[in-house]
């Protein structure tokens, strides 16, 4: 026998992933877009406007509706108000009202408009997804929400370097994140098999360093003006672009393009292989801080992000004082050029000042010179090699990806606590999570999302939501319930035999 129309069991709450703060559904309420559905956004504010549009983007494909979009007030159609949120939505989150004539979201910026529309997406079926129409209906529940993050660092990193992904593949990236709540791409841009940026100052970088990549293909590099448009079509998306050129180590691309990076003056061959520790610009020469100074400063006029990530591991070549004074005499470079240094924690040794983070990216939660770090005051930002990195092997059958820091399930990249993985850290010293994927073996684009998801929706979970919501038959199940979309979508997403997938 059916249910009563307005029985809501347990099992039919909403899936949706990150896990909000308070979803309370509205028992026998629905929203249905239709053909008069318009978007309303807050008057006065082009950044409202933008999600709206944003938004209007994503359901016009698939219903075939006009939806549109104007800056006003209403209590009917989709409403993004800025005004009326509760406070304790900060600066990123959001109130959700889903009631039989009006989905409204309430933020107090527009970053909280974007993650209300998300979990919006979320709560219509999954075919709004489509690029072409579908028949609908496009029913929503009723529910409120009220949610805002856990932690302000929510970010994923692409490596462009081992293998180079052009601009229409990173925005797909992009987008696909964004649906996450994730704010922050870290992009991998240089590396010892290729140099991804054009630097004006430095053309030999491109022309020299960037033909490469692993395997021998033919690599490739974003101009400054495809890199504008990637930072602006993340800006679009709420979305933080952190750009990294690896120093001292993982350099042998710019050696191979300036002579006198090298100690001994000449320059090198080009590398394709996946070894890592080999290189490093000469540490006590001039010409490689004149190098710095002038790749950083065209890096930091093309960012508007605050930070610019520096890399610093792996130096494997280069004697422990030599590093410190590499470091000691690298940071006041990033200093001049008005952004904050980001760099892997191994330059935490160089006992860097308080205003600089850290990205730890250990397996062993017992780190001391880590929390001797947050001591200090560095802030550091947690990606556990054998829990957030997306380019570890799920098990022994699985093709791609690495496995040095040991097989990352999707349990494994879910079940940790950030504020209490480090043995000792303060909680407080902990900015957010960080799921990187390094791309020795991702070739193409099927390689990228079968490591990402559903591996990354675990990560972008404990950067936003609270730990009291954290449950793996909960996150087990909202995480099957995306797949249906990841199928719309072309998400060729790893089906994970400790997921459900077809209990959805
Ligand atoms: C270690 S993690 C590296 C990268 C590799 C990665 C592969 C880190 C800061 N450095 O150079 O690509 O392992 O998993």
Redesign the pocket.
């Known amino acids: 026998m059916a249910a009563p129309a307005d029985a809501t069991p347990e099992t039919s709450l909403p899936h949706i992933v990150p896990a909000p703060v308070e979803l309370t559904p509205r028992p026998g309420t629905t929203f249905t877009l239709d053909a008069d559905t318009a978007v309303h956004t807050h008057p006065g504010s082009p950044e409202a406007l933008e999600v709206g549009e944003y938004l209007a983007g994503i359901l016009r494909p698939s219903t075939g509706y006009p939806l549109p979009v104007a800056q006003g007030e209403s209590d009917r159609g989709v409403v993004l108000s800025l005004s009326g949120a509760d406070p304790v939505v900060g600066a990123e989150g959001y109130r959700l009202d889903v009631t039989e004539d009006a989905v409204t979201i309430r933020a107090t910026t527009a970053a909280g408009l974007f993650a209300g529309v998300q979990t919006f997406r979320q709560l219509l079926p999954a075919a709004i997804e489509a690029a072409d129409e579908q028949p609908g209906p496009w029913t929503a529940p009723g529910v409120t929400v009220l949610d805002h993050p856990r932690y302000p660092h929510r970010g994923a990193m692409l490596?462009v370097a081992?293998h180079f992904f052009p601009p229409a593949e990173v925005k797909r990236f992009i987008d696909l994140i964004a649906g996450y709540k994730i704010n922050h791409l870290h992009l991998h841009l240089t590396?010892d098999q290729g140099w991804r940026l054009e630097i004006k100052s430095r053309p030999e970088l491109t022309a020299r360093g960037s033909l490469t990549q692993v395997g021998g293909g033919e690599g490739g590099f974003y101009t400054q003006e495809e890199y504008r448009d990637l930072v602006a079509h993340a800006a679009s998306r709420h979305i933080t672009v952190i750009p990294e050129i690896d120093l001292p180590g993982?350099t042998n691309a710019a050696l191979v393009a300036y002579p006198e990076l090298n100690a001994d003056g000449v320059a090198k061959e080009p590398y394709t292989g996946i070894e890592?520790g080999f290189s490093s610009v000469a540490i006590g020469s001039d010409a490689t801080y004149e190098f710095i100074d002038d790749v950083l400063g065209e890096l930091a006029a093309l960012t508007p992000g605050p930070y610019l990530h520096i890399g610093g591991?792996?130096a494997l070549k280069t004697p422990e004082d030599e590093y410190v004074a590499f470091i000691r005499r690298l940071l006041p470079i990033v200093a001049k050029h008005g952004k904050t240094a980001l760099g892997?924690h191994e330059y935490l040794k160089a006992e860097p000042a308080p205003d600089v983070l850290a990205q730890w990216?250990g397996t062993d939660p017992k780190a001391p010179e880590l929390v001797a770090a947050a001591e200090r005051g560095n802030k550091v930002v947690l990606s556990p090699?054998n829990r957030s990195?997306l380019?570890?092997k799920y098990d022994e059958h699985f093709a791609l990806g690495?496995k040095?820091?040991g097989y990352v399930e999707v349990r494994d990249a879910y079940d940790w606590d950030p504020g209490a993985y480090v043995e000792g850290l303060p909680a407080d010293a902990v900015l957010g999570v960080e799921a990187?994927l390094?791309t020795?073996t991702v070739e193409r684009r099927e390689h990228i999302d079968r490591l990402v998801f559903p591996r990354l929706p675990a990560i972008a979970e404990l950067g936003w939501s609270p730990r009291t919501t954290h449950d793996w038959e909960s996150f087990r199940g909202r995480l099957a319930a995306q797949a249906p979309r990841w199928k719309v979508q072309g998400v060729d997403f790893h089906p994970s035999p400790q997921i459900a997938w077809d209990e959805v």
């Open positions: 490596d081992r590396d993982h890592v591991d792996e892997w990216w090699g990195y380019d570890m690495l040095w820091a990187p390094w020795e």
